[in-house]
């Protein structure tokens, strides 16, 4: 039994064929550069990786081309019997009102995505592309959609409200809707059943390009830092996070700068990008390590906004059991999780620094026994837990 599962971001197309109950994987692929005058895509099967380059024009284009590339290198899509591919996950950012769990994908559904647009331009434009290739191509399989805001549907109102004029935000609909979702739900779950407790008071730190904290009490959400889009929280590869809006103002204003060039440097030149000229976290340590003081500096304020969310989602949930570093830079940088605790140290969290040394690809605790809170590491895994959901969807 298999799951497909797609994940078409703003200009790549990721996808994996695994099976949902081990996560065994048998091919995945990538296709980036879409849209560019020389497109890549690489499909790995086993441990046979298969690379071409062309020009690909759109994310319908990447689909197909990658469809091609199963019906040529394998595995069979089509196959029959144990082989049969059960369902196709595709991973979808925004959810907005109309979706709180996972959804099999009829024209209604397609129709819903497509109104959401306005509320993730980057990205549903190019789910919608991914989900109608895939359709007219797999038509007897049945297609799931795996909302990253559907985690955090159960938000509390006091949550999901921003302080502006009620009518306005019910006609545009506006308010938190979170992002990252199936990697909060994924790791906290993790985390609960590795303690063999599920009544717990957590904090989840996915941190990777993207960043996104949450706030979970017995497996619902009931904070997260991601907002109307995922621009809100925490300070991100080329994303600014929290910030006054007059900013804005000041910029159209001041700096004659329009509405679309502020998004793009809110959205893609701030961050850690803007800060330290880079936004890989390995780039910036090295040049840590040699004392250099912009890329310093740059972490401090990274670190410092973490620690922000984990005082006030503390304060939110009366108490805190586990923080959990998850993605790109929670998973490798033992630096970053070190200097994010030590601020903690006044609070009786404490690291064991030879536990958080230790590379691992496992699920672990990096505390010490006497800390107040477990401080754990757990590999996110995005495409297993949209495959299992869209099993969970189908039957
Ligand atoms: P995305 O949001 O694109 O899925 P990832 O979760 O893959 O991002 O995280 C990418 C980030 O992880 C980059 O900033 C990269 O520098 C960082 N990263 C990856 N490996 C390491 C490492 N060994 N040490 C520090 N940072 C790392």
Known sequence: ????????????????????????????????????TEGIITHIVDDNKTVLTFPIADHSQALEQALRLFDTHGPDLHAQG???????????????????????????????IEELIP???????????????????????????????????????????????RNIAAKYQIRRYGAHGTSHAYVSDKVARFLRNDQLKQIVLHIGNGASASAVINGKAVETSMG????????????????????????????GMSIDEIDDLFNRGSGLKALAGDNDMRAIKERMDHGDEIAHDAVDVYVH??????????????????????????????????????????????????????PSKEARIISRDDSSVKVLVVPTNEELSIARQSIKAIN
């Open 1 to 36: 039994m298999s799951v497909l599962v797609i994940n078409s971001g703003s200009s790549s197309l990721k996808y994996k064929l695994l099976e949902p109950a081990s996560g065994q994987e048998y091919a995945s692929g990538l296709v980036e550069k879409i849209g560019d």
């Open 82 to 112: 144990k082989q049969a591919i059960q369902a196709v996950g595709h991973r979808i950012v925004q959810g907005g009102m109309y979706f709180s769990e996972p959804t099999i994908i009829d024209d209604e559904v397609e129709q819903h």
């Open 119 to 165: 509320l993730a331009p980057l990205h549903n434009p190019a789910h919608l592309a991914g989900i109608r290739v895939a359709r007219q191509l797999l038509p007897d399989i049945p297609h799931v959609a795996v909302f990253d805001t559907a985690f955090f549907h159960s938000l509390p109102k006091a949550s999901y409200t921003y302080a502006i004029d």
């Open 228 to 255: 109307l889009t995922p621009l809100e929280g925490l300070v991100m590869g080329t994303r600014c996070g929290d910030i006054d809006p007059t900013v804005v103002f000041h910029l159209y204003r001041e700096a």
């Open 305 to 358: 906004r973490i620690a922000i969310y984990i005082g006030s989602y503390t304060a939110i949930m009366g108490g805190l059991d586990t923080i959990t570093f998850t993605a790109g830079i929670g998973e490798n940088s033992d630096v970053v999780r070190s200097l994010v605790i030590n601020k903690l140290a006044p609070f009786g969290v404490f690291l064991d620094e030879k536990k958080n040394k230790e």
